[in-house]
């Protein structure tokens, strides 16, 4: 028979029932302000955000001079003109290399404690293997004309490029490219039809894109949930916790926030106020 | 008024005068018979005032100076057509010190004129030459504007025109030519017609318009010149008021944890440009709650935007667009939007975000862990009074656990809004962590209760994930 014993081990109920306390539960407090994650502010700063859907705060900056960045929720990447940083969820950093220039592309494992980075100006692969980076011996394009758009690291065993294949009447179809990430596995690609960049890859399979109304979320099993949103007429997409995704408004300083949890979808603008 | 002086170059003693000195000054007019820092010339028996145009008037200020240790009493006057003290002298003049005073010129013939001015007994020969130029008037009058005549075109609204006739005559007995009509300064334009140069006989008149077209609610001044005279011309522009400016949110319900936002609708087209702010302040209905921090707009300045109005708008713009978002924060009190526009007093619009019950149902979750189960709420309460929960635990068939809720009383909530809310309002994330002695895949589900000054909510059995 299963029984719970009465007595929960929180802070919050601490002063009710003390000694049920366990050792350590102290160190974390039962109630806390609740965090979304980082966002990329309009000076290129790291920011944490607090807040619910329609309620945002951004704190502190923790990291000047981003150039990408990206958080799974315990997890952070980001990229600076010059390096590559992992971070965790309260900003510290755990570990940085030098990387070239110019921005990158970042998926997180579903478990969101190993991730990859795409190092866009010199066509390179780094994995975060949970505590250092490591290179990663794949050729993310099969030739110049493709643009690796978004990337995504399903298993620990495979990555998932994004990329568009140019052809001599322009901008091509969108593909999605399976690459092994050791000596076994066969490379295999498929089209990815009616999706349009920017698009963003989230480690619970969803692809996040958009269309003349607004943003798309397409599930796994090709379900699409549409957004209605006024979107920018230039825009990238980072993830920002495991269900939140940001939308930066490359032309302005604008800010918005994608929530893509299955029933609680929702488009938002984050602050970008600054004091008077 | 110009003052004008001329210094003949023959200069006689004045030895009737003892310690008096009387000198012609010149330099810029300052006002009715006053100049800054004048040049002094001493006079000598005879003094030319010039030629003057008939019907204008020329004014020559004199200074009577005291070289010696006592006050002398000074006596003027002046005899002869066209002459005229403007403004006499004290009537003595202190040691080592002046006294000033002026005489105008104004021909009303065509002639020669000569006047006497005596100063303490001594005299000194005024000589003026009237000219034959032709008269300005305005339309309807028969009097001629002086030199330097100031012409009111009265207050006009901004794009609308007021025309002003003026006609050209010639009283002389030769023909006069008017070889330039010049109008210049922002606001005032010659009406196209006027032939140039103009012959005009004994006689006869030549008509002329002047327009005052202002396009701004300001004072305006502008010149006349025809030929080497000079009138001043002024206006008053006037603008039309701001037509009514409404504050209006895209949703009028008043609630914590929305984004709405603001436009400014006009009541009519405008017919000027202006500008504004809009404001915004926050009084909670919490008690020792000073503020909340996310209560405010989500671009620009946190809690004050521009407002501008544009000629032809139908809305306004705020913050350079045609609407501007603001969160409504997670504490209940009242939103207040000030409009502030030009010449117009202020107005306001609330929004009131009234206390509620506390939200269980949208970032919710359980999940089992090793030896115990975890349950998360991620909501708000804009009451900061949360004080009571409880949980019921159910197996996996939906019946509840024998053992019966579990019920809580604390001041956890307290605690955390007292240190808290003044960075983050009234949201919060709880976790709860149960120790379970036994199988946790047999807890099937779970409901919390939570309980403010608003009442209490009662979340839906929510399933337990791994």
């Known amino acids: ?276 | 008024m110009i003052i004008r002086a001329l210094l003949f170059a023959s200069i006689l003693p004045l030895s009737a005068l003892a310690q008096l000195q009387v000198y012609v000054a010149s330099g810029t007019a300052a006002g009715t018979c006053s100049l800054v820092n004048p040049t002094l010339t001493l006079v000598g028996s005879t003094l030319s005032v010039g030629t003057v145009a008939i019907g204008d008037t020329v004014e020559t200020q004199f200074r009577v100076q005291n070289t010696g240790s006592t006050s002398v009493p000074l006596q003027v006057s002046l005899s002869g057509d066209g002459f005229a003290i403007d403004a006499p002298p004290a009537p003595n003049v202190p040691p080592n010190a002046e006294s000033a005073f002026c005489v105008d010129f104004t021909p009303t013939v065509l002639a020669s004129y000569s006047a006497i001015l005596d100063v303490n007994g001594n005299n000194i020969t005024l000589l003026g030459q009237a000219a034959a130029v032709a008269t300005v008037t305005l339309s309807g009058s028969t009097t001629p504007l002086p030199y330097g005549a100031t012409v009111g075109f009265g207050s006009v609204a901004v794009g609308a025109s007021q025309t002003q006739g003026f006609v050209l005559s010639n009283s002389a007995n030769t023909s006069v030519t008017v070889t330039s009509v010049k109008v210049s300064g922002s606001g005032f334009a010659l009406v196209a017609g006027l032939s140039l140069p103009a012959d005009i006989g004994h006689g006869q008149s030549v008509p002329f318009q002047v327009n005052f077209t202002p396009q701004s609610g300001t004072p305006y001044q502008g010149t006349l010149t025809v030929d080497s005279r000079s009138f001043i011309l002024t206006g008053q522009g006037l603008a039309p008021p701001l037509p009514a400016a409404t504050i209006v949110f895209a949703s009028s319900v008043g609630a914590s944890k929305q984004q709405n936002s603001i436009t400014i609708p006009l009541a009519s087209a405008s017919q000027v440009s202006g500008t504004g702010t809009l404001s915004m302040a926050f009084q909670p209905s919490v008690a020792g709650v000073a503020d909340d921090p996310a209560i405010q707009f989500l671009t620009g300045p946190l809690r004050k935007a521009t407002v501008s109005i544009a000629i032809g708008a139908t809305s306004a713009t705020i913050g350079g667009q045609p609407n501007i978002a603001f969160q409504t924060g997670t504490t209940a009190g009242t939103i207040t939007l000030t409009l502030t526009l030009e010449n117009n007093p202020p107005q306001q619009t609330t929004l009131t975000i009234p206390p509620a019950l506390i939200n269980l149902t949208d970032e919710v979750t359980a999940v089992r862990i090793p030896g115990a189960l975890n349950v998360a709420f991620s909501t708000f309460d804009n009451t900061h009074s949360a004080s009571q929960l409880a949980f019921t635990f159910y197996d996996l068939k939906r019946k509840p656990l024998s053992q019966g809720p579990i019920n809580v009383e604390t001041n956890a909530f307290q605690l955390y809004f007292e240190n808290n809310a003044t960075q983050y309002g009234g949201m919060f994330q709880m976790l709860a962590t149960f120790l379970v002695t036994g199988d946790t895949t047999q807890i099937g589900f779970v409901t919390a209760q939570i309980t403010n000054s608003a009442g209490t909510t009662t979340a839906q059995q929510i399933p337990f994930g791994n």
């Not at chain 1, 350590?24 to 302000?33: C, E, M, N, V």
């Not at chain 1, 990206?70 to 600076?80: C, D, I, P, R, V």
């Not at chain 1, 970042?106 to 780094?126: C, K, M, R």
């Not at chain 1, 979320?217 to 997409?237: G, M, N, Q, T, Y």
Request: charged letters at 15%; proline letters at 8%.
């Open chain 1, 1 to 276: 028979m299963t029984s719970l014993t009465t007595k929960p081990w929180t802070t919050a109920l601490l002063f009710v029932l003390p000694v049920l306390v366990l050792p350590g539960a102290w160190a974390q407090p039962a109630i806390t302000p609740p965090k979304l994650g980082f966002v990329e502010d309009s000076s290129r700063a790291l920011r944490p955000v607090f807040g619910l859907a329609g309620n945002f705060v951004l704190g502190p900056s923790v990291a000047p001079k981003i150039v990408s960045q990206a958080f799974s929720g315990s997890l952070g990447l980001l990229k600076t003109d010059s390096s590559l940083a992992a971070f965790d969820s309260r900003g510290k950093l755990l570990a940085s290399i030098d990387a070239a220039p110019g921005p990158a592309l970042f998926a997180f494992s579903p478990g969101g404690v190993t991730a990859l980075a795409y190092i866009i100006s010199d066509n390179s692969l780094v994995e975060w293997r949970g505590n250092s980076f490591a290179p990663v011996a794949v050729n993310c394009q099969e030739s110049s004309a493709d643009t690796v758009l978004a990337l995504a690291f399903p298993t620990p065993f495979e990555a998932s490029l994004f990329v568009q294949r140019r052809t001599v009447q322009g901008a091509g179809a969108l593909w999605e490219v399976h690459l092994p990430l050791s000596a076994f596995g066969t490379v295999s690609q498929n089209a990815l039809v009616g999706v349009r960049a920017p698009l963003l890859a989230l480690p619970s399979g969803d692809l996040v894109y958009w269309d003349a109304d607004g943003i798309v979320v397409r599930k796994p099993d090709a379900s699409e949930v549409h957004i209605a949103a006024s979107l920018p007429a230039s825009f990238s997409l980072q993830q920002m916790k495991l269900d939140w995704v940001q939308l930066t408004d490359l032309n302005g300083s604008a800010r918005f926030a994608i929530h893509t949890a299955l029933g609680r979808e929702g488009f938002y603008q984050l602050p970008s106020s600054n004091p008077e």
